[in-house]
Nanobody, 121 residues
C-alpha cells in the first residue's frame, strides 16, 4: 500500500502563486508515477499533471500548462505542484495520486485526502 499526504493549501489572493506538496509513504518506490488532480465545487475531478519517478517524464493537461508545474524529489518521496497566477476559478480541492504507470485517462490506484485551495478575488 501507498499512503499520500498533501499539504500547502490555504487561502490566497488572485495572482498569487502556491506550492503544494505530497509526501508518499508505505510501499513506496522511486519508480511510481505521481500526479495531481483537482475538484472544484460542482465539477468533476480533473487531471492536472503527472511525473514519472524513473525518468522524470512529465504529462500535463493541455489547458493546465499555464497554471501548473510539477516536480518531485525522489530522495524525499515527495512530489510538488507549483500553481502560478491563481484565479478564483482555481478554487478546488487538490488531490495527489500515484500508481505504477501512466496511461491516457489515468485513474491512479492510490489517492491522498486532498488539500483545499481558496483563491479570493
Amino acid at each position: 500500500q501507498v499512503q499520500l499526504v498533501e499539504s500547502g493549501g490555504g487561502l490566497v489572493q488572485a495572482g498569487d502563486s502556491l506550492r503544494l506538496s505530497c509526501a508518499a509513504s508505505g510501499r513506496t518506490s522511486g519508480t511510481l508515477v505521481m500526479g495531481w488532480f483537482r475538484q472544484a465545487p460542482g465539477k468533476e475531478r480533473e487531471f492536472l499533471a503527472a511525473i514519472s519517478g524513473s525518468d522524470g517524464m512529465r504529462w500535463y493537461k493541455a489547458s493546465a500548462k499555464a497554471l501548473v508545474d510539477i516536480s518531485r524529489d525522489n530522495a524525499k518521496n515527495t512530489v510538488y505542484l507549483h500553481l502560478n497566477n491563481l484565479r478564483p476559478e482555481d478554487t478546488a480541492i487538490y488531490y495527489c495520486a500515484a500508481d505504477t504507470d501512466y496511461r491516457n485517462n489515468w485513474y491512479p490506484a492510490y489517492w491522498g485526502q486532498g488539500t483545499q485551495v481558496y483563491v479570493s478575488s
